[in-house]
């Protein structure tokens, strides 16, 4: 079965430019999590979709952040402009959605941001 | 609060080693309860999971036994092997799908 699946799984790219982070959830999935990893911060929550619908974005740092989930099977994260100090893994998780399931991690996407 | 509290690492043992790492949960309610795992360049996996008081979970040698008394789910192993080298997080279900996550322990196992 496939899981969680992240692209691209490293970014470099320079301060200012706009970055895409894509995301295909677990086939079934109804929630859609994305998170920041830093050494300095640990593993932040940014936001979270249940049915493709946003329902907490308060760990999103700033409007430079967006995030949207067109549909069941796809979402990004997007930084515009970006920032040395974005640079952090960034992992998209899913669940199906109940008290007992886990969530699935992809394998995150590691952004440098020189 | 609602907040999910373990051991600070890093935490590093010689291999055969018997493996502690402390959990301390807040909640109202009984929630869920789940180890995680993250190997080096690697997402978190699922360890094991509890759902309900007294629940042990288990798997690849390890266990948890959730303690609605001491409010714990503390982490442990009788013998580690260098491949259990990695962080640890121990996290509760909150509401909405959402898990809270506790800040992660760094295990080293020397050969």
């Known amino acids: 079965d496939a899981g969680v699946i992240q692209s691209p799984r490293h970014e470099v790219t320079e301060m200012g430019q706009e970055v895409t982070l894509r995301c295909k959830p677990i086939?079934?999935?109804?929630?859609l999590f994305w998170y920041r990893q830093t050494m300095m911060r640990g593993l932040e929550l940014l936001i979270y979709?249940?049915?493709?619908?946003?329902?907490?974005d308060s760990g999103m740092p700033e409007d430079r952040f967006s995030a949207k989930m067109p549909n069941a099977s796809f979402s990004t994260l997007k930084i515009q402009p970006s920032e040395p100090r974005d640079s952090a893994v960034y992992f998209c998780?899913?669940?199906?959605?109940?008290?007992?399931?886990?969530?699935?991690f992809g394998d995150g996407t590691r952004l440098s941001i020189l | 609060g609602n907040s999910v509290t373990q051991m600070e690492g890093p935490v590093t043992l010689s291999e055969e080693a018997f493996l502690t790492i402390n959990c301390t949960y807040t909640a109202t309610g009984y929630p869920s309860l789940f180890w995680y795992v993250q190997y080096p360049g690697e997402g978190l996996q699922l360890l094991l999971k509890?759902?309900?008081?007294?629940d042990k979970g288990s798997n690849k040698g390890f266990e948890a036994t959730y303690r609605k008394e001491t409010t714990s789910f503390h982490l442990e192993k009788g013998s580690v092997q260098v491949s259990d080298s990695a962080v640890y997080f121990c996290a509760r279900y909150s509401s909405a799908s959402k898990i809270i996550f506790g800040s992660g322990t760094r295990l080293s196992i020397r050969p």
């Open positions: 979709f249940n049915n493709n619908v946003p329902i907490d």
């Open positions: 998780a899913s669940s199906a959605g109940t008290a007992d399931e886990p969530q699935h």
């Open positions: 086939s079934g999935h109804n929630s």
């Open positions: 509890a759902t309900k008081a007294d």
